[in-house]
């Protein structure tokens, strides 16, 4: 446990911490991730409910009836959908995302897995995505590493990598960027 303790700090991470050990004593690791995957899934697509979790205008015991009707409605239960109750009734629901991101740090160091966040200007072809994920495994160490491919046509070209807490940005609009600014120091 001592190197999992490293990974994270401050009060998400003690929360976080708590959870993944009783996810893990319970052998419910993956359920508990899969379910806070799906909560967080719901936050990022209702603002509503974004608004929900940041407002300190609700109680309490307004907040915990609500995250578990919502919780039924979206299938959470067990030991997440307990946290998320837990988190409320404790008044810190406004920091849930960072436990949540604790929680999956903490779960993928144990399964040797570290993820990478990659930006392009189009989609990428099953293929290159592979050999991205080879490429990005053999520079982590070995790594068993999973992407998450985001579309923004803004980078113009290029692509930017984020693979821990490393980030590589290649893309057109930064070469532009740096250009330009060299042209402004020389003009």
């Known amino acids: 446990m001592a190197q999992e303790q490293t990974l994270v700090s401050g009060m998400t991470g003690r929360y976080a911490q708590a959870l993944f050990e009783l996810a893990q004593e319970s052998s419910l690791t993956d359920q508990v991730a899969a379910d806070l995957h799906n909560f967080t899934y719901l936050v990022n697509t209702s603002e509503d409910l974004q608004r929900f979790i940041k407002s300190p205008a ?14 039924l409605q979206a299938g959470i239960a067990g030991v997440a959908a307990n ?11 406004f920091a849930v995302q960072d436990m949540i991101r604790d929680f999956n740090i903490l779960a993928d160091a144990k399964k040797g897995v570290i993820r ?10 099953d293929e290159y ?5 080879e490429a990005l495994g053999q520079a982590s160490g070995g790594k068993t590493v999973e992407i998450e491919v985001k579309v923004d ?7 930017v990598v ?3 807490s490393r980030m590589v940005d290649g893309s057109l609009k930064t070469k532009l960027n740096s250009i330009r600014t060299r042209m402004k120091e020389v003009g």
Do not use: C, M, S, Y
């Open 83 to 93: 946290f998320l109750k837990l988190v409320a009734a404790k008044r810190r629901l």
């Open 116 to 125: 990478a966040e990659v930006t392009v200007a189009e989609p990428l072809k």
């Open 58 to 71: 609700f109680t309490a015991d307004e907040q915990v009836k609500a995250l578990g009707a919502i919780a």
């Open 162 to 164: 984020k693979l821990g």
């Open 129 to 133: 995505v592979a050999a991205l994920k």
């Open 153 to 159: 046509p803004a980078i113009l070209g290029g692509i």
